[in-house]
């Protein structure tokens, strides 16, 4: 399984045959160093209803008749603006072409230019025999040790950003509960209020079980 780090929090994901995108803020994200119009994938999967994660997911969705994966409320938004979509919600999984999907709490809010979007979500998603947790935006919660117990995570996707969602310290704290082999931190840099140094994540978690590996945008990781 190949794992693509677009910027932000979005990830492509590209299997035997199939790929997916996570949460795809590329047209007006100035670090991201592709367009949605190069995007080829299956799937379009969103943890909530910001800006900086649903941006280009309908566009993507519609150019390459690939269903949005969310919540509900949020699958709803996107094919009123004519997506297609496949709707879920918390605790629910779903077995697609591509892989498993689950889609975990997130602590943190979810709202379009129409309004509220219900909860906001991440996503455990397993694919070609690996396992990926993306944990969306949100809090450190203690149900973390609970997804890592039920769910040997090859990769977590956390954010690190701090403001918004975790900081640090808190995603630290996050790896030592979900116990992943890999962890790469997300969500930090692309707005002056979320610079975070990366290294620092990796640093404390020197001497883990879990190795960190900070990805550049477009740069790409082997799980
Ligand atoms: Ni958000
Ligand atoms: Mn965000």
């Known amino acids: 399984m190949k794992l693509t780090y677009h910027g932000h929090a979005c990830f492509l994901i590209e299997g035997k045959g199939h790929s997916v ?23 379009v999967l969103v943890t909530h209803g910001h800006f900086d994660h649903i941006a280009d997911a309908v566009e993507i969705s519609r150019r390459n008749n690939a269903p949005v994966i969310a919540t509900f409320e949020l699958v709803n938004y996107c094919t009123e603006k004519g997506a297609t979509g496949h709707p ?15 889609l975990t709490i997130a602590h943190h809010g979810s709202t ?13 998603i397993e694919m070609d ?66 610079k975070q140094d990366p290294e620092e994540f990796k640093k404390g978690l020197q001497g883990s079980a879990t190795e960190v590996k900070i990805l550049k945008p477009g740069e790409s990781l082997e799980i």
């Open 21 to 43: 995108i996570i949460d795809p803020f590329l047209k007006d994200n100035p670090l991201s160093v592709v367009k949605p119009e190069d995007v080829k994938v299956d799937y």
């Open 88 to 102: 879920m919600h918390i605790g629910g999984s779903y077995t697609f072409p591509f892989g498993r999907v689950k």
């Open 112 to 124: 379009t230019d129409a309004g509220s979007a219900g909860n906001p979500c991440g996503f455990i």
């Open 129 to 194: 025999g690996k396992t990926v947790y993306h944990a969306g935006d949100t809090g450190l919660f203690s149900d973390m040790a609970l997804i890592g117990e039920m769910n040997p995570i090859d990769c977590a996707l956390l954010p690190i950003g701090d403001n918004f969602t975790m900081g640090i310290k808190d995603a630290i704290k996050a790896v030592e509960l979900l116990k992943p082999r890999i962890a790469v931190p997300m969500h930090y840099d692309t707005f002056d209020v979320i």
